[in-house]
């Protein structure tokens, strides 16, 4: 079945440097994208969105990557702050109502 | 605007209960839907709705009934409890299909 993934569970960063988080997917018929910061104890934040007829997207310090050719989806996060310490999920549409996420990277970030 | 709003924060049930989680928002969207989170995996869709009077599956259904009486309103009912329904639960709503999703504080649920 279809499945969205993230590389890796974790990542530390330290305070003021960019902070890149993958993610991979399997269905090819996805056409829309989406990442989500998600703080303890509270509900998942939208961060931005893409759609596969982009490449790239900006938004406030945050830029998300599409390659659709490997499927992969990135998160860039520029400058990070002790404030951008989160799970990070991204989370794939395919032509359905339904949202897949995945499961999550926690970033850490160092002082 | 409260956006999406869920009653109770935490909750204690002792197996074979019933109760109904509370969804409300107030951004006039058409399209609400439950997840769950349990630790190291991402949200799965429960149930979700598009309108009122209209509800649907979704991933893990089982255990779970839901209703769409008013746009504003989306309960869940756990009609009877298990451990494994332990769990943290969000209500999310949405304008559209391909449109930014707005999530609930959630619900944190302990089954014993």
């Known amino acids: 079945g279809e499945s969205v993934g993230l590389h890796l569970p974790t990542l530390s960063v330290q305070e003021g440097d960019n902070s890149i988080i993958n993610c991979a997917y399997s269905n090819s018929a996805s056409d829309y994208f989406i990442w989500y910061k998600q703080e303890s104890g509270k509900g998942p934040q939208f961060i931005i969105d893409i759609r596969s007829n982009m490449d790239k997207r900006q938004g406030q310090r945050v830029t998300v990557l599409l390659n659709k050719t490997v499927k992969h989806l990135s998160l860039q996060i520029a400058a990070t702050q002790p404030g951008d310490s989160a799970v990070y999920f991204c989370a794939e549409n395919h032509n359905d109502y339904k949202l897949s996420f995945g499961a999550g990277t926690t970033v850490t970030v160092r002082a | 605007n409260a956006g999406v709003t869920q009653t109770p924060k935490f909750q204690v049930l002792k197996t074979g209960q019933s109760m109904t989680l509370q969804c409300a928002q107030d951004?006039?969207?058409?399209?609400m839907s439950w997840y769950r989170q349990d630790p190291g995996m991402g949200l799965r869709l429960i149930h979700y709705?598009?309108?009122?009077?209209?509800?649907d599956q979704g991933e893990v259904p089982n255990g779970y009934n839901v209703s769409r009486s008013t746009t504003e309103d989306f309960p869940l009912r756990l009609l009877s409890a298990a451990p494994s329904q332990t769990s943290v639960y969000f209500c999310a709503s949405r304008t559209g299909v391909r449109e930014t999703q707005y999530f609930g504080p959630g619900t944190r649920l302990l089954v014993l």
């Open positions: 951004m006039n969207h058409e399209y």
């Open positions: 709705s598009v309108g009122a009077g209209i509800t």
